[in-house]
């Protein structure tokens, strides 16, 4: 079973995504952290800590922070497939990750997606909408939230909203990683009846929802659904 890992977008570039990440890794120890860049024409896994602490590289901001380990991963977006699972695979003894960088989060569907406006809610990209509205948490310049939709919760970029952001993320990822222990402790073949998901819901006091959610990304079927649950 994978980490759990942290995916980091935003609406637009300098909307401070890597602040955010490097938030989270200062109140994450043992977590490592993965750096996207989009390339126009090569792929590259960079683990050289020479060039990760360059002066001025978003790299030396996570390992300023505590990053376990980082890696900075650049590849054009069609080759992400090829790259992103490799670097992955190269943290995966670490507690978790953290993911910057929009087309990377797009592609790994990480366990909570941290989505980050900039100063004007109405600026945004319009290949960031579809990450918006996968978005578990959002962070806004301001308390009034952009967007209002269930299962989402927003925070203000204030000290306030920051350690409140931070708790609740802490209490997100303990949750998701019950979920995923139960279900893999369940799943036979990849398979779990809708009866077990149900059980394991109530077991952990969430919702039908979100133990569909937690299966669909870890690849197991949720099978014999008759109530339309999933």
Known sequence: MRPAIIGICGAHSASGKTTYAALLLR????????KYTRTAL???IVDDSEILSEKG???RIFLDAGAERVLWVQSPPSELGEVLPLAVERLSDLK?????????????????????????PGEIKESARGL????????????????????????????EGKDLFIRYVREMIERKEQIKSSLARNAVDGKISC??????????AVSDKEVGEV????????????????
């Open 27 to 34: 109140n994450l120890r043992g977590w490592g952290a993965i």
């Open 42 to 44: 090569y792929s590259s």
């Open 57 to 59: 590289k978003d790299t």
């Open 96 to 120: 978790g990750i953290i993911v910057e960088g929009n087309s990377a989060v797009e592609f790994l569907r990480p366990d909570i997606i941290v989505f980050i406006f900039g100063s004007d």
């Open 132 to 159: 918006l509205e996968e978005a578990d948490v959002i962070v806004t310049e301001s308390e009034a939230s952009p967007v209002a939709r269930e299962k989402v919760r927003s925070f203000c970029k204030s000290p």
């Open 195 to 204: 009866p077990c998901a149900r059980k394991i819901a109530r077991d952990l």
């Open 215 to 230: 299966a669909n990304k870890l690849g197991i079927k949720i099978t014999d659904c008759e109530l339309g649950c999933f």
